[in-house]
């Protein structure tokens, strides 16, 4: 079976994703309420301070995207974790710049608060930027029935049972597809449906070229001019803008996004389908949860209101201004 890794590229799109091992992770071990905090960080991304054999606490990435952790070379060396030795255990990544191979490594103990994961398998990751932090964790790592991700109070937690309410306000509802591990929302955007890799390890969103023709999302041609001239214009991508996007009763609109076809996507067999990657920038607007036993996505804004129509600009997507 392969699992895949989302790490992201400063001066990339997003996300790059990983073909390796699956983790030893039980997919819905029972367990009490795992809760520790979440900070976001310059980079835009939301992390943990945790701790890797009892080193000092590094930035973590916890990551709906990933099924595998992966580690930065010069963290596990920190941590006195020792590099692979076995050709043999060397795994392909799959990103957004083609095939990378990584090898395989134990981490003995990650502990964030009084959360600890031992002998945690992670790709040794020697060759690519981690700008997020030096390790990723898959967001499953923790078991349970339910992830929840409740970025406006700036907190995670992972339990079994139902999702948590949030006052008396019904949250807005997504089916999920899983896929390969992979959980899929169900989206529009102008009307037209999809479906969205729910990725938190990726602090921008982005939409393929399949969504963007079906929708008919018009070209933005100065911002691509402009995200161009950011990445070097080594990038296949342009930038779009969507009338409006919507997951269950919640609608953005005039959103700015990146229009790319990520080799994950391929990989899956799903590259003609109108497809859609929901980073950090569309997520932290919520409390996102996610019902894993009865795979819904449930979408709680800030303020717990009614459907709320939201206007998302490129200040928002942090796309360059």
Request: net charge neutral.
């Amino acid at each position: 079976m392969r699992s895949l890794v989302s790490v992201a590229a400063r001066k990339g799109l997003g996300a790059a994703l990983t073909l390796a091992l699956l983790s030893a992770v039980s997919a819905f071990a029972a367990v009490e309420r795992v809760t520790f905090p979440l900070l976001f960080n310059t980079q835009g991304y939301f992390v943990v301070q945790a701790s890797i054999n009892a080193s000092p606490p590094v930035p973590v990435v916890i990551d709906t995207a990933a099924t595998m952790a992966m580690i930065d070379s010069r963290a596990a060396m920190a941590a006195g974790i020792s590099g692979p030795s076995d050709e043999e255990d060397r795994v392909s990544v799959f990103g957004l710049l083609g095939e990378r191979q990584y090898g395989q490594v134990k981490i003995p103990q990650v502990r964030a608060g009084s959360v600890s994961l031992h002998q945690v398998t992670a790709a040794y990751n020697d060759r690519e930027a981690m700008p997020g932090g030096p390790l990723v964790i898959p967001a499953t790592a923790f078991g349970g029935d339910v992830i929840d991700f409740d970025f406006p109070a700036g907190q995670f937690s992972a339990y079994s049972g139902r999702p948590k309410r949030v006052g008396t306000v019904s949250p807005a509802r997504s089916a999920l597809t899983e896929v390969d591990g992979l959980y899929f929302a169900e989206i529009s955007i102008n009307g037209v449906k999809g479906k969205a890799l729910v990725d938190t390890g990726s602090p921008v969103s982005l939409m393929n070229s399949a969504f963007a023709r079906a929708a008919g999302v018009p070209r933005n041609e100065e911002k691509t001019q402009l995200l161009q001239g950011a990445t070097g214009g080594k990038l296949l991508a342009h930038v779009a803008t969507a009338r409006q996007i919507s997951v269950g009763y919640y609608t953005f609109r005039k959103m700015d996004m990146i229009v790319a076809d990520p080799a994950l996507f391929g990989d899956l067999g799903l590259q003609q389908e109108p497809l859609m990657l929901l980073g950090i920038d569309y997520l932290s607007q919520f409390r996102m949860q996610i019902d894993r036993r009865r795979n819904v996505l449930l979408l709680t804004a800030a303020d717990a209101g009614q459907p709320i129509l939201m206007e998302f600009y490129a200040r928002d997507t942090r796309l360059p201004n």
